[in-house]
């Protein structure tokens, strides 16, 4: 799978809205993009995910750069629920299995 | 509600013994993993199932067996000859093995071997 970078930690005010920012210069012309949360001791939750056009969902907004080598996952309004480690995703077709390999993520604090 | 069910949440054995943690879907996903997560690490490919009574090694199956007799069941067994058995294990599931499917989570085994 194709290296992601993420902020380690950001910060966030609930009720706001959040942007979570993920950079995959070497992506390939069929890598998905997909976004997933963890809170601890919980199984990784899936968030959303897209190929090359922005993707909305009832979770939050994927906004994908044109030349796909970036992509920001959007909480439209932070609750203290959205608190976890947020990871970005590159997932190929390898032809055997598309695994998920999660790198450090990045760490969401929501304060009141 | 549609969803992944994983037991025990938490389970104890002593070593040198065999224990199976237990996976059920109902989400009708022909595709099921196993995934092994070490603290402050991601996660680890142990086996995973495209269909029935088929299934293959991810990157750390040494030491793991599965079987996937139902669709809807893929049970995981932890032998005596898997080293460092400790972990979060996490069984998932998804439409299928293809990158643009989504995977879907239970709630995990906590494994402790002493």
């Known amino acids: 799978d194709a290296k992601t970078t993420q902020p380690n930690s950001m910060e966030s005010n609930e009720e706001e809205p959040v942007h979570l920012p993920c950079n995959h210069s070497?992506?390939?012309?069929?890598?998905?993009i997909h976004w997933y949360r963890q809170l601890p001791s919980q199984g990784p939750e899936y968030v959303i995910h897209g190929l090359t056009s922005n993707v909305n969902n009832r979770m939050a907004s994927l906004a994908i750069a044109e030349d796909r080598k970036s992509s920001t996952l959007i909480l439209h309004r932070a609750t203290l629920r959205d608190a976890a480690v947020y990871y970005c995703i590159l997932r190929d077709w390898t032809g055997t299995a598309s695994k998920l390999t999660f790198g450090t993520g990045t760490r969401l604090q929501v304060t009141l | 509600d549609g969803g992944i069910t994983q037991s025990p949440k938490y389970l104890f054995r002593k070593e040198g013994q065999n224990v199976t943690l237990s996976c059920e879907q109902n989400l009708n996903h022909d595709a099921m993993y196993w995934y092994r997560q070490d603290p402050g690490q991601g996660l680890r490919l142990i086996y995973y199932?495209?269909?029935?009574?088929?299934?293959q090694k991810g990157d750390i199956a040494e030491g793991y067996s599965v079987s996937r007799e139902k669709k809807e069941s893929f049970p995981l067994t932890v032998t005596s000859a898997q080293k460092n058995p400790t972990a979060f294990y996490l069984c998932?599931?998804?439409?299928?093995?293809?990158?643009?499917?989504?995977?879907?989570f239970g709630p995990g085994t906590r494994l402790t071997v002493t």
């Open positions: 998932a599931s998804s439409l299928g093995l293809a990158p643009g499917y989504e995977q879907y």
């Open positions: 199932s495209q269909i029935v009574n088929d299934f």
């Open positions: 070497t992506i390939s012309g069929t890598d998905y």
